[in-house]
């Protein structure tokens, strides 16, 4: 990661943009367990990380689009085409992104 990011700065229920190899993705804490989803919403390029985090489901604040951030999957439209993630690795306490 571009910045040192810790899994105790990503509260449950939040999200955390962050820059990997500068590349925007955004960090996502679901019960517990952190996802990383590119920032970006397939419909019409709006970064993500202003969106709503709802269990597993993130809103695009733009048109309503919304994503599963543990697969990328499309959960409504507007968008059609799913999300790029990436794995997420924690070692002792640090977030590591694999792209």
């Known amino acids: 990661m571009d ?19 500068g590349f925007a993705i955004l960090l996502c804490n679901v019960a517990g367990t ?12 709006a970064p993500l990380d202003q969106g709503e ?7 695009c604040p733009r048109h309503g689009a919304v994503f599963d ?16 993630t990436f794995p997420v690795e924690i070692i002792d306490g640090v977030v590591y992104v694999d792209l």
């Open 69 to 84: 951030v543990r697969t990328g999957a499309v959960l409504a439209l507007p968008a059609v085409c799913p999300l790029e």
């Open 53 to 59: 985090l709802e269990g597993c489901r993130i809103t």
């Open 34 to 45: 952190l996802y990383a989803i590119e920032d970006v919403c397939t419909h019409d390029g």
């Open 3 to 21: 910045q040192v990011l810790y899994s105790s700065d990503v509260a449950v229920g939040q999200t955390h943009r962050a820059s990997v190899d």
